[in-house]
């Protein structure tokens, strides 16, 4: 396993659609165990490969006292209701925003092995599933924000020419 670089906001790769992995084989299974130490390393609940320059559909998200979740090609296939949550990512540290998300999702993949997959999910694991498949098509957080005013510093609001 290795810590890899999170690329920050502003590369263009960030904004780049992830291909769709042909096939699971220990190539695949490296990059989930690299995403899971990188995420770690961070103090992340979750991670995208395109955010540390790896253009495929991987994501890993590992909530406090649970097991870590691996999905290969995964896709949003349900969402349900709406709510507002505040949210950050590992490629625009020392942010936060407020934005809308689901209350519920469901989400199809494939595991390590390549066997299919299917979470339903609430809450925080609801959360991160959207935003680590946003990540795969490009999409960032900040894209749902209704005003400057809703993305603020850890530290303050930020100023103008930070966004």
């Known amino acids: 396993m290795a810590k890899l670089p999170i690329l920050l906001f502003g590369d263009p790769r960030l904004r780049q659609k992830a291909k769709r992995v042909r096939g699971v084989d220990s190539s695949v299974r490296r990059l989930a165990d690299d995403l899971l130490e990188t995420m770690r390393a961070a103090s992340g609940v979750g991670l995208a ?6 253009l495929l559909r991987v994501i890993v998200i590992e909530l406090p006292e649970q097991e870590p979740i691996v999905l290969i090609n995964p896709e949003i296939v ?28 469901t989400a199809k993949g494939y595991d390590l092995k390549g ?49």
């Open 49 to 54: 490969a395109p955010q540390v320059g790896q």
């Open 115 to 163: 066997r299919p997959v299917r979470l339903k999910a609430t809450d925080l694991l609801a959360q991160c599933l959207e935003h680590e498949i946003d990540h795969l098509n490009g999409i960032l957080y900040i894209d749902y924000l209704k005003s400057e005013e809703d993305l603020y510093r850890s530290e303050g609001p930020p100023a103008k020419s930070d966004l």
């Open 78 to 105: 349900k969402r349900t209701g709406e709510r507002e949550v505040v949210e950050g990512c590992l490629s625009f540290p020392g942010y936060w925003g407020k934005i809308k998300r689901a209350v519920a999702v």
